[in-house]
């Protein structure tokens, strides 16, 4: 059973930076497409980064690109979101997810494309 451990969230200042990870687990990282989704009290859960399984192919919703990185270390089982410059509109807590994809290299940006998620981690961004 793939288990997802998401870590580094916390408060910090607009314009200062984060580096979330994702701990993947029972399974190999390797053949899954994952991604970074958020939820804001009040608003609907939307995705913020996605990655492919090799790392080749990425994705970011347009409030967040350049300022946002995803990556993976497949021999780390880890994935990461690194965050900078942000935005008291970046406050939400973020979730990682994970979908097997029998090494086909696509990204996926619906969360219900997703089969495994983790518990999430509170991001909080002070002005």
């Known amino acids: 059973q793939v288990q997802l451990v998401e870590s580094g969230g916390g408060l910090v200042q607009a314009g200062g930076s984060l580096r979330l990870s994702c701990a993947f687990s029972?399974?190999?990282?390797?053949?899954?497409?994952m991604g970074w989704f958020r939820q804001a009290p009040g608003k609907e859960r939307e995705f913020v980064a996605v990655?492919?399984?090799?790392?080749?192919?990425?994705y970011y919703t347009d409030s967040v690109k350049g300022r946002f990185a995803i990556s993976r270390d497949n021999a780390k089982n880890t994935m990461y979101l690194q965050m900078n410059s942000l935005k008291p509109e970046d406050t939400a807590v973020y979730y990682c997810?994970?979908?097997?994809?029998?090494?086909?290299?696509?990204?996926?940006?619906?969360?219900?494309?997703?089969?495994?998620w983790g518990q999430g981690t509170q991001v909080t961004v002070s002005s």
């Open positions: 997810a994970a979908d097997p994809t029998d090494y086909v290299d696509y990204v996926l940006v619906l969360s219900y494309e997703y089969d495994y």
């Open positions: 029972g399974r190999t990282m390797s053949n899954y497409a």
């Open positions: 990655i492919s399984w090799s790392g080749a192919n990425t």
